[in-house]
Structure formats: structure tokens, C-alpha cells
């Protein structure tokens, strides 16, 4: 019985000091820019979120993204086939977006901040992502909203027609 009762309390302490990944259930990668003063929109529908976010143990979690830029919908195959060329994503060289997390830091009114390298093509930048997370016992939902200098990756070049930030909103959900 003391042999039982020892494995039940080891058994228990591991699994409260190892964080475990959360297996994403859905995500969504959502972009919109400004092209002559009107919003262009669209998403990427193969989008992967990887972490073992713990808001107990900020120290020892990440939350890593890697998004397939081939995997691009604007509804407008035409105007697709244009972001995959050189001038914006450049897919045939850069194949993912990809960010990793080197600290999360929580601020008040329950808002973290995501500190890492978000890398688009090939360009590697540190950034600093809000970001708001809902725990509901076995499952997460984490949710960003947040802009990025498209100039800092190269994105549309020189293309006076487009604003110089686009908004990114972010949501992932996932459980244990």
C-alpha cells in the first residue's frame, strides 16, 4: 500500500512540474493591409500553434507559430497567386512564417506579452506580442491581436499603394 501511495504522489508531482504541449484543436491567422485606402484581407489556412502555455510557470512555457505561406486565401485566386511572388512573400525561397517565443511576460488586467523572433521571409525581427488567454480546465484559447511594420520584412516592397502596417489577429484553441 506505502509502495502505491508513493507512485500515486510521484506520479502526481510530474505531471504538476512538466508542462505538457496542448494539441490545437482549431487556429485561425487572419491579415488585413490598407491598398489604396481600402482593406484587403485574408487568412492562412494552415496555421500551427505549439505550446505549453502554464500562466503558473510563465518561465518554462512558449508558444511557438509556424504558418504555411502557400496556404494563403484572399477569394481571389489571382491576387493569391500575386502575394506567393517575389515581391510579397517570395514562397518559392520562404516557404513558412515562423515565430519563437524567448519570454512571456504578464501585465496587468490579465494581458501577456509574448517576446520572441517572428521571421517572414528569411527577415528575422524581435517582437512583442499581446496576447489574452482563457483556461477552462482541459482546453485553452489564446487570442492576439496585433500590427506589424510590413516594410521591416520586405513585404510589397516599395509599394506606395499599401499602408506600411498590417493588422494580424491570432487565435488558437487547444487542449491537454
Do not use: H
Not at 484543436?25 to 489556412?45: E, P
Not at 517572414?120 to 506589424?148: C, D, H, L, R, Y
Request: some cysteine; overall charge positive; hydrophobic content about 35%.
Amino acid at each position: 500500500m506505502l509502495k502505491r501511495s508513493l507512485y500515486f504522489v510521484l506520479f502526481c508531482l510530474s505531471s504538476t512540474i512538466f508542462s505538457q504541449e496542448w494539441q490545437q484543436n482549431s487556429s485561425q491567422a487572419l491579415f488585413s493591409v490598407k491598398k489604396l485606402g481600402i482593406n484587403v484581407v485574408g487568412n492562412f489556412n494552415d496555421a500551427k500553434l505549439y505550446t505549453n502555455f502554464n500562466s503558473n510557470d510563465l518561465e518554462n512555457s512558449y508558444i511557438n507559430l509556424k504558418i504555411r505561406v502557400k496556404s494563403i486565401s484572399m477569394k481571389r485566386k489571382n491576387r493569391e497567386k500575386l502575394i506567393l511572388k517575389r515581391k510579397y512573400f517570395f514562397e518559392d525561397n520562404y516557404k513558412y512564417i515562423q515565430f519563437n517565443s524567448s519570454k512571456i511576460e504578464k501585465k496587468e488586467n490579465g494581458v501577456f506579452f509574448l517576446l520572441g523572433i517572428l521571421k517572414i521571409k528569411g527577415i528575422a525581427k524581435k517582437v512583442q506580442i499581446p496576447f489574452e488567454v482563457s483556461e477552462n480546465g482541459k482546453k485553452i484559447t489564446i487570442k492576439s491581436i496585433f500590427k506589424i511594420n510590413r516594410k521591416d520584412f520586405n513585404i510589397g516592397e516599395n509599394d506606395v499603394s499599401l499602408s506600411k502596417s498590417a493588422s494580424i489577429k491570432l487565435e488558437f484553441t487547444g487542449t491537454t
